[in-house]
DNA sequence: CGGAATCCCTGCCGATACTG
DNA sequence: CAGTATCGGCAGGGATTCCG
């Protein structure tokens, strides 16, 4: 099966795009995979993630979550304190991502330079 | 630097995810390393990636050729061919993608599973 | 035939305000 | 403190049309 893969509709890498491809799950994900196994709480999770707003990161954790890749611990408290963590399929993300990142850092420069010549005037 | 990456506005894998992220960015990436380091034609390209529109797919190659991944040659015949290819930037990112595709292949239906339970009735 | 420009719609994301 | 609901701005991307 050499087709069968980004030209289907349901092509699981267009899927995979769709999710990590939103603003704020890789970062979120390196930010868990940084503290596995530790958990982290939202409080927490917002310091580390400068410029997410309160709705993006509840709103990129529940997909997270819904997606089996962090798992969500809720105490019983007053005030509620909820913490969260990588699950074994979400920490394999990170590997994925990270050569992503390798590639991004070792290549964007060069690609920022080719844009510059491509429209030097704006 | 630990934290020099995602985290700054101008966060390498940040803007290399707004690019790949884009609709069609990874199939076309996809479709010309399969043929490198051979050419491909516009309607040759439009083929292989079924669903494309017309316009997407030139505003993808453009910014392609904007960023120094893929190279244009222009056939000056009439009615005019144009041929793609990947440069040898473009060739590289493949690797990280193809790594992205081996790892949703093998755990999208995993998460498909987990979004499955986590929201029975819609 | 390649591609650029236009129109429109949809979904993402941010700000704000409200519940427990 | 954690989370949700609502509103509005804005950009991505689809269909169509016109130019070379």
Redesign the pocket.
């Given at each position: 099966m050499t087709r069968g893969d980004i030209f289907d509709p349901a092509c699981p890498t267009r899927l995979l795009l769709?999710r990590v491809?939103?603003?704020?799950?890789a970062m979120a994900v390196k930010v868990l995979a940084e503290a596995h196994p530790g958990e982290l709480?939202?409080?927490?999770l917002?310091r580390r993630m400068p410029?997410?707003?309160?709705?993006?990161?509840?709103?990129?954790?529940?997909t997270l979550a819904g997606d089996g890749l962090v798992m969500?611990r809720?105490e019983p408290v007053?005030?509620?304190?909820?913490h969260?963590r990588l699950t074994p399929l979400g920490l394999s993300l990170d590997a994925p991502l990270a050569v992503l990142r390798e590639w991004a850092e070792t290549h964007m420069a060069e690609v920022a330079a080719h844009r510059r010549i491509a429209s030097p005037a704006e």
């Open positions: 769709d491809g939103g603003k704020w799950v709480g939202f409080a927490e917002e410029g997410v707003s309160h709705k993006m990161l509840a709103q990129t954790l529940r969500r809720v007053i005030p509620p304190r909820v969260y």
